[in-house]
């Protein structure tokens, strides 16, 4: 059964800085996109940054310049480093992986439960 562990969040105050990180175990054959997720009430999960397996990256205009999604594939993690955190940051952050579990399978999307950040202004 395929996992997703996510780690790092906390509370801080503007202006600060945290690292999350997540990793994917269990039976993977593949891991193509990984991505970080936000959700804060009252609003609808947003994508904050994706990743692909080769490198290329998206982020959301919103945390663009402030935040850097990266990837060790060999340790199948997925790190955001958040700087220059705002109130607006604070929310539950989901990673989430494309993972193939066999080959000519098709991937699907698997989530981690959320991590809690806390900007305090």
């Known amino acids: 059964q395929v996992q997703l562990v996510a780690s790092g969040g906390g509370e801080v105050q503007v202006g600060g800085s945290l690292r999350l990180s997540c990793v994917a175990s269990g039976n993977i054959y593949s891991i193509y996109d990984m991505a970080w997720y936000r959700q804060s009430p009252g609003k609808e999960r947003e994508l904050v940054a994706q990743?692909?397996?080769?490198?290329?990256?998206n982020y959301a205009d919103s945390v663009k310049g402030r935040f850097t999604i990266s990837r060790d594939n060999a340790e199948k993690t997925v790190s955001l480093q958040m700087n220059s955190l705002r109130p607006e940051d604070t929310a539950v952050y989901y990673c989430?992986?494309?993972?193939?579990?066999?080959?000519?399978?098709?991937?699907?999307?698997?989530w981690g439960r959320g991590t809690q950040v806390t900007v305090s202004s």
């Open positions: 990743i692909t397996q080769s490198g290329l990256t």
């Open positions: 989430s992986a494309e993972i193939d579990q066999s080959p000519r399978e098709p991937g699907r999307k698997y």
